[in-house]
Structures are given as C-alpha cells and as structure tokens.
C-alpha cells in the first residue's frame, strides 16, 4: 500500500501565499502522475493541477499564473505554491498519486491523502 500525507493548510489573507507539500511512502514500485483536487462542502472534489514524472505540469484554468506545482522525485513528494490566494480557493485539499506498488508493479492504482484544509480569508 502507498500512503500520502499532507502538511502545509492554514488560514491566510487574501492576496497572501501558502505551500502545500504531500509526502508519499509505503511499499512504492514507481510513482506516476501526482496531482491536487480541492473540495467545498456539499461540492464535488475539483481537480487543481497535475504532473508527470518527466515534470510537465497542468492546471485548472482558475489557478494559472497563481500556483504552480512540483514534484521531487528522488524523495516522493510533490508540492503545491499557492500565492495570490482568493476566498474562493478556501477548501480542503487533497494530494494524490498513481501508484504501483511492489510486488504488483504492472498495475497503477490511485492513492488519496487525508487532506489539509486551507482558509483565505477577505
């Protein structure tokens, strides 16, 4: 099994920054694309942005030239700066990868974190 965990939430003004980081571990064969989603309360889980092993990065159109995600490889974590943070960039965020594992290495399945919960006040 691959677990994540989150560290980074808080509550920050607007126009204010915070980094998330997400660290995986666990019984890892290779890690593929890791990413962020963000979820509202009675919303569903939106996705934020994403990258690749080879580092190519995407984002939901709401978040360009704001956050910008990247990944360390060597140390299996993948991080998310948030600056210029608005209200409603207020929810929990949740890290995820695709993952396979050992032992069953052909086979990716995806992985969550418990989530961290980030507040921007106006």
């Known amino acids: 099994q691959v677990q994540l965990v989150e560290s980074g939430g808080g509550v920050v003004q607007a126009g204010g920054s915070l980094k998330l980081s997400c660290a995986a571990s666990?019984?890892?064969?290779?890690?593929?694309?890791m990413g962020w989603y963000r979820q509202v309360p009675g919303k569903q889980r939106e996705w934020v942005a994403s990258?690749?092993?080879?580092?190519?990065?995407h984002y939901t159109d709401s978040v360009k030239g704001r956050f910008t995600i990247s990944r360390d490889n060597s140390e299996n974590t993948v991080c998310l700066q948030m600056n210029n943070l608005k209200p409603e960039d207020t929810a929990v965020y949740y890290c995820?990868?695709?993952?396979?594992?050992?032992?069953?290495?052909?086979?990716?399945?995806?992985?969550w974190g418990p989530g961290t919960q980030v507040t921007v006040s106006s």
């Open positions: 666990g019984s890892i064969s290779s890690l593929a694309v």
């Open positions: 990258t690749t092993t080879a580092g190519t990065t």
């Open positions: 995820n990868a695709d993952a396979s594992i050992r032992g069953d290495p052909k086979e990716l399945y995806r992985y």
